[in-house]
C-alpha cells in the first residue's frame, strides 16, 4: 500500500499516518465536501474534523485512493485492541461504479491483518439498506448494539463487522470437474513443456489446478488479496493492454474476467492483454455467459475461432471458447472502438424496452413505486438473476444524481431502462 505520493499510479491505495495524511489536506477537503454536503467545515483542521473529538487523531490511519493525480477516494481507520474500525468511506463522485470503495474497503482487510487484528468493524445508518445489503454481503454481521455518538445527534448507528479472513475459493461459472474435460481436448498431448497464466484469478483454484499439467503456470489478478499458495502469482491492471508479467504463454485462461470487463468497459484492455501476452500461436481459452458469436465477434481482431462448447449451468449455459492469436499488431484504441461497436449492434438487437414492455411498465407504474418495488417491476425474473437488488440501487443512484430519492414513476422507470440499456 505504499507508494509514491507525488506521482501516484492509476488506482493506487497508499496508506498514511495522519501526519503525512495532513499534507494532502485541500485534497482531502475537496473530496470530503462533495461526498458529505455541509458536513465539512470551511476551515480548520480537517483530519480532526473528519476524525472527532472522540478519537486520537495521531493513532488515525488514511487509506487514500490515486487516480493520476487527483484524489479518488479516501478511507479514515481507527485500530482498536481487538478490531480495525473504518470509520469513514468516500469516494469521488465522478469517480464511483469503478471498483474504488471495495478496493479501498478490500485495502482495509489486509491492512487488519497486518496489524493481527481479527476483524473489521463500522457503522453504519440503520435506514442505509443497501449499504447494509453490501457488508452483510461481504459475511458482515450485526453486533447487536446501537452506537451513538457526537455525529449521531439524531438516531444511532448500526455497528457490523467481519472476519478479515476469507479461506472458501470462488470458481466462477465453471468447475474444474467441467473444465478438465476441455482442457484434456484443447491440449491433445503433453503439456508438461508448455506455459499458461490465469488472467483473472481470483479466488479461484483453477491456476493451482492448472500447475498440475503445465510447466509454468502463474495466475494474475488486479488485487494482491489473491495470491494462492504453491502458485506464481502477479498483480497486473490489464486495462491499458499491457502484456501479463511473465510473458510469453502458451495458453491464456479466463473464466469469467471477459464478462466482467464488459460490465467495466474496459474488455478491449483484457483482449489486447491476452494477445500479447500470448506466444506466436498461442490460444486463448474463454468461459463466458455471453453468446459465443458474440465472444468471437469481440475477439475477431486479434484471434481466430479454434472451438467452441457449452457447458450446462442451470438455466445459462456456460460457452467455452477455444481462440487462436492471430499474426497481427494489436492496437488498444482501434481494439477499444471495435468491441464498442459490437456491444452496441448486440445490444441494440436485444432492447430492453419494446411496445408490449412499455405497456405493462405503464400499469405497474400507475402510481410511483418505491425502489425496491420498482425493482421487482422493472426486471424479469432471469433478468435479476443477473442483476442484483444492490446494482439496481446503485444504478438508479447514478441515473438521478442530484434528483435524491423517492419513488419512481412510469415515465422515470422508462428512461431508466434506456439509460441501463
Known amino acids: ?11 493506487e491505495i497508499v496508506w498514511l499516518s495522519s501526519a503525512d495524511a495532513s499534507q494532502h489536506a485541500e485534497a482531502l477537503r475537496a473530496l470530503a465536501t462533495a461526498c458529505f454536503p455541509g458536513a465539512v467545515p470551511a476551515d480548520g483542521d480537517l483530519l ?31 485500530p482498536y485492541s481487538d478490531s480495525l474500525q473504518l470509520s469513514a468511506l468516500a469516494v469521488a463522485p465522478n469517480m464511483r461504479r469503478r471498483g474504488i470503495g471495495g478496493r479501498l474497503q478490500e485495502a482495509t482487510r489486509r491492512r487488519a491483518m497486518e496489524l493481527g487484528l481479527p476483524r473489521v468493524c463500522g457503522s453504519v445508518d440503520p435506514d442505509a439498506e443497501d449499504l447494509l445489503r453490501r457488508y452483510r454481503a461481504m459475511g458482515a454481521t450485526d453486533d447487536g448494539s446501537a452506537l451513538c455518538c457526537p455525529g449521531a445527534l439524531v438516531k444511532p448507528k448500526v455497528r457490523i463487522s467481519a472476519p478479515v479472513v476469507r479461506e472458501a475459493p470462488f ?33 479461484s483454484h483453477l491456476a493451482r489446478r492448472l500447475a498440475a499439467r503445465f510447466g509454468r503456470v502463474v495466475g494474475v489478478d488486479r488485487d494482491p488479496k489473491f495470491r494462492s499458495d504453491g502458485v506464481a502469482f502477479e498483480v497486473h491492471d490489464w486495462s491499458a493492454g499491457a502484456a501479463a508479467p511473465g510473458a510469453p ?88 472502438a471495435h468491441c464498442r461497436g459490437v456491444q452496441d449492434a448486440f445490444f441494440a438487437a436485444r432492447p430492453l424496452v419494446n411496445e408490449a414492455r412499455r405497456a405493462a411498465l405503464r400499469v405497474s407504474f400507475a402510481n410511483a413505486l418505491s425502489l425496491e418495488d420498482a425493482y421487482e417491476a422493472l426486471f424479469t ?24 430519492g423517492g419513488g419512481m414513476g412510469g415515465e422515470e422507470a422508462l428512461a431508466f431502462l434506456a439509460f441501463a440499456q
Request: glycine share 6%.
Open 171 to 203: 470458481e466462477w461459472l465453471v468447475e474444474w470437474s467441467q473444465c478438465e474435460p476441455l482442457l484434456a481436448r484443447l491440449l491433445d498431448g503433453d503439456a508438461s513443456s508448455l506455459s499458461a497464466v490465469d488472467l483473472g484469478c481470483g479466488t
Open 249 to 336: 504463454y502458451d495458453v491464456a485462461f479466463d473464466k469469467s474476467s471477459l464478462d466482467a470487463t464488459l460490465a467495466e468497459d474496459c474488455a478491449a484492455g483484457l483482449l489486447v492483454c491476452a494477445f500479447r501476452s500470448l506466444a506466436a500461436g498461442g490460444r486463448y481459452m474463454i468461459c463466458s455467459l455471453y453468446p459465443p458469436d458474440f465472444v468471437e465477434a469481440l475477439a475477431a481482431p486479434l484471434f481466430l475461432p479454434v472451438t467452441r462448447e457449452s457447458v450446462a449451468r442451470g438455466d445459462a449455459p456456460v460457452a467455452v471458447l477455444c481462440l487462436q492469436k492471430r499474426e497481427c499488431a494489436a492496437d488498444l484504441a482501434a481494439m477499444t
Open 48 to 78: 480532526s474534523a473528519l476524525a472527532g473529538p472522540w478519537h486520537d487523531l495521531s493513532a488515525c490511519e488514511w487509506l487514500l485512493a490515486w487516480h493520476e493525480s487527483s484524489l479518488a477516494g479516501m478511507a479514515l481507520l481507527i
Open 381 to 404: 425474473a432471469e433478468e435479476r438473476r443477473d442483476y442484483a437488488r444492490a446494482d439496481f440501487l446503485d444504478d438508479a443512484a447514478a441515473f438521478r444524481g442530484r434528483r435524491g
Open 1 to 11: 500500500m505504499a507508494g509514491n505520493l507525488d506521482s501516484p499510479a492509476i488506482g
